[in-house]
């Protein structure tokens, strides 16, 4: 495929591969922040591609994963409602609250609906002006774009039966909270590149510097990734820590300025909450005054949902890279994508689902030769 | 193949009946006309003709093959088919992965209150049309109606009987180390079809579903000697579930090459926008052949002689017996393992 299968290219990995085992001479442990990363990782076998003195550690980047248990209960609640057309992206459906997901939901003659954008949610509610219609607002700075002119449009048009549940969240602050954590193993970071072709990378500076990190914005497709890889061991094997962008083909500095007028607009800076990690300040994104009306939470009055993570679930440990996921005694067997315990387990991009469906076979030998 | 215009041939006046309606089921006149004019004229046979409850028919010695499935799609139509079409395709289909010559099939209808009769009407001429291009015939069949919201427009459940006229056994038990793996040509063209009319997505061009019968290629493989161990045709889950079940089946290690699978690139844009797996999407006119290794060669030049199978490829070898599993070599060179879907396929956020 045009633009894709050019960075697919087997021989041009090996190449790339070579390059980073001439120029590793020591231990590095690098973490992709991004979930879509990490599928790529597993899913190609990147890592098998590296020498074995380079540790990938899979990031908190996967907005499904992160979004709290409570706020996937409150959609739960919202969705049951037979006013209610509830709306969101695929993957979030499976996600298991505390007691069930929206699957199940829907199942039972909720009204769930995917939708490709939160345009078409907007556009719902403006057909069925006798329902309420809500979206499931996820995501990094990458959705947030899209969110924030749903709600725009939605004022723009003075709709009063749409809604949304926000749970937008933020990479930077994540990035900061893992390496201020005492515990943190993390020598560099590949940044996600489609966050930065949105937001650009000049927040990241401070954090390179703060912390001496090398930040290397980075793309998804196997040379990206490996590219993104080789730059981070040169700035680690010579000492230096910038933030470099490996994905110049769709990252500028600065990034794309309406998007973020229309996210700063709509949107401000909250603290959130994320899933198997807890609260971090300054992390996620609030609806303004402004739009207040178009609150979910707000306007269906929502019970307060506070809810207890599966005990057995090493989730947490995981989107921090304490843990891989087949390290965790549950993995592939108590917990499956059929009957996940976290939502690492369910998201097609989280680290314990991308281990389960393409390496189950590795952790099972290892057990048996133990 | 198009339907005869609607109000010039259909046979039930549209004037008076421009939808299907409640009587229609009720085994009163109305019904007894619905079965006249449109199933019995549309699907007319001698076997049909009798007009009997059940039918009767002489069946050519040999083993028989035997199979039913329900077609459920939304919408009915779609770029490259129809609900009716596709019922006969994958009816004919599911007897040709036993190597069966297709010859009779049923055909029951669940059609909810309310659609309109011109939709009946052309989706039962596109299964007279499939039938007859597939040289089977449609002897008896049943029709209810359902309150309107009770179903989603149109079901159609089919049973088809074939007979076996070789004496190989085509099943997952007999697959064996060695055996070469085909697929019969590119794959996600049915599913990426319909997901795009459902939900309104636009590509660059149309994507039109695969919808084929493969029964005649299949009776060519096994004139030709060609010795086939097992075939399964690549419906919902796609090759993936395929390949699994077969691994499961026969207790062995297939090993796919990555970059041998053809995938249209249409299909490979879209299911990549979608976050979604070619391998896990549907066909309906697509079949994964296991073939013995020594007949690999010649198996590829009949398969890629016919017009519905001419993208053909030899995509992997079952490795040996030492447990089920489906390992993929990724464009890399990795080996990672192909696993079914779990679930439905929900397009993912970014």
């Given at each position: 495929m045009k633009f894709l299968d050019e960075y697919r290219d087997g021989d041009l990995a090996q190449k790339l591969a070579a390059e980073i085992h001439r120029v590793t001479t020591r231990p590095w442990t690098i973490m992709e922040v991004c979930g879509g990363q990490t599928h790529a990782i597993v899913k190609f076998g990147i890592d098998e591609l590296l020498p074995p003195k380079i540790t990938l550690i899979h990031g908190p980047g996967c907005p499904v994963c992160v979004t709290p248990l409570e706020v996937i209960d409150q959609a739960l609640e919202i969705a049951a409602r037979p006013e209610v057309i509830f709306t969101s992206f695929g993957d979030m459906l499976r996600v298991p609250g505390s007691t069930t997901d929206l699957l199940a939901v829907k199942a039972k003659g909720g009204d769930v609906r995917i939708v490709y954008s939160p345009l078409d949610a907007v556009k719902l509610a403006a057909e069925n002006p006798d329902r309420e219609v809500v979206f499931f607002g996820v995501g990094f700075e990458t959705t947030a774009p899209a969110t924030a002119m749903a709600v725009y449009q939605a004022a723009a048009k003075s709709l009063k039966n749409f809604s949304l549940l926000i749970s937008h969240v933020l990479v930077p602050p994540a990035i900061e909270a893992l390496m201020s954590a005492p515990n943190c193993r993390v020598q560099a970071f590949l940044a996600a590149g489609h966050v930065c072709a949105v937001m650009g990378y000049e927040e990241y500076f401070p954090l390179a510097k703060k912390y001496q990190v090398p930040i290397v914005v980075t793309g998804f497709e196997p040379l990206d990734i490996l590219h993104g890889i080789l730059l981070t061991v040169l700035q680690l094997e010579s000492g230096r820590a910038e933030v470099e962008n490996q994905y110049v083909r769709a990252v500028s500095?600065?990034?794309?300025q309406p998007a973020q007028d229309l996210v700063r607009q709509v949107f401000q800076v909250v603290p959130r909450k994320w899933r198997g990690i807890g609260e971090i300040p300054q992390s996620g994104l609030g609806l303004r005054e402004t739009y207040a009306a178009f609150d979910a939470a707000k306007k269906f009055q929502l019970t307060d949902h506070r809810v207890e993570e599966p005990a057995e679930c090493i989730a947490g440990l995981i989107l921090q890279g304490?843990?891989?996921?087949?390290?965790?005694?549950?993995?592939?067997?108590?917990?499956?994508?059929?009957?996940?315990?976290?939502?690492t387990m369910v998201s097609s991009e989280g680290a314990c689902a991308a281990y389960y469906r393409y390496r189950r076979h590795e952790p099972t030998e290892r057990v048996v030769t133990q | 193949m198009n339907a005869p215009d609607f109000s010039a041939t259909c046979p039930l006046p549209i004037a008076q009946y421009p939808h299907v309606l409640m009587a229609h089921g009720g085994g009163g006149k109305l019904m007894h006309r619905l079965l006249e004019d449109v199933f019995g004229r549309a699907f007319r046979n001698p076997i049909l003709d009798t007009r009997h409850d059940s039918a009767q028919f002489t069946v050519p010695p040999g083993r028989l093959a035997m199979t039913t499935d329900s077609y459920v799609v939304r919408p009915i139509f779609f770029p490259g088919g129809d609900i009716g079409s596709m019922a006969v395709h994958g009816t004919v289909n599911d007897l040709a992965m036993s190597g069966a010559r297709p010859l009779f099939l049923t055909s029951a209808f669940i059609i909810e209150e309310g659609l309109p009769m011109e939709t009946l009407w052309r989706v039962v001429c596109s299964m007279r049309d499939a039938a007859q291009k597939c040289s089977v015939q449609i002897i008896t069949g049943d029709t209810k109606v359902v309150d309107k919201g009770k179903g989603d427009g149109l079901f159609i459940n089919t049973a088809g009987l074939g007979v076996i006229e070789h004496a190989q056994v085509i099943a997952p038990q007999n697959v064996q180390p060695g055996d070469a793996i085909f697929v019969s040509g590119d794959l996600g063209r049915h599913g990426m079809a319909i997901m795009a009319v459902r939900e309104g997505l636009q590509f660059e061009s149309t994507i039109e579903s695969d919808s084929a019968p493969v029964h005649e290629i299949v009776l060519q493989l096994l004139a030709a000697g060609i010795e086939i161990h097992c075939l399964r045709d690549l419906t919902r889950g796609g090759l993936a579930s395929a390949l699994n079940e077969i691994a499961e089946a026969a207790g062995v290690k297939i090993a796919v090459e990555q970059k041998a699978i053809p995938v249209r690139e249409d299909v490979h844009a879209a299911c990549e926008m979608l976050g979604l797996d070619p391998l896990h999407v549907a066909n309906e006119g697509r079949f994964v052949a296991f073939v013995a290794a020594r007949d690999a060669a010649r198996a590829a030049e009949i398969l890629r002689s016919s017009a519905v199978a001419?993208?053909?490829?030899?995509?992997g070898r079952v490795v040996d017996q030492s447990g089920s599993l489906v390992t993929l070599k990724s464009l890399l060179g990795a080996s990672r393992i192909l696993d079914m879907p779990s679930g439905e396929q929900l397009p993912r956020i970014c």
């Open positions: 500095r600065a990034g794309n304490l843990k891989k996921p087949h390290e965790c005694p549950a993995f592939g067997t108590r917990c499956t994508p059929e009957h996940p315990f976290g939502a | 001419a993208g053909a490829a030899l995509i």
